[in-house]
């Protein structure tokens, strides 16, 4: 599992970008399956920086990567109170545009709140290569 922490300001996200992508290579995750994760991750976490964070803009935002099997799994946490997000009246209004996005990339997501904050979780399966001989 990798971590990584950033204070919520948009020239933050190319930080997470990159040590995503890095953290992706590391695992030996392919590069069609690491773009679709960074794109889906990148479009969450400006969502919490834009809309969480927007009077706000010391917060934190929190990414967690773990590969276990043959499935990424992203949490991203917002270290905010609590809110209930209904993801499929928010994909299916003009406003959700960029949850279809991450919803269109993923195998799963949804999201939870717990004592640490808002918890967006993204799952990727990650095909495995089939050796020719």
Known sequence: MAVYIIQSKLENLKAVRDWLGKTLLDFGVNPRTRHAIITATNEIVTNIIVHTYREDPGGKVGVEVDYQGNTVEIRICDFRPGFR????????????????IVKSLMDEFFHFHD???????????????????
């Open 85 to 100: 997000i209904n993801l499929k009246s928010s994909t299916d209004s003009e406003s959700g545009f960029g949850l279809r």
């Open 115 to 133: 004592e640490k904050g808002n918890n967006f979780v993204l799952r990727k399966h990650v095909p495995t290569r089939v050796r020719s001989r």
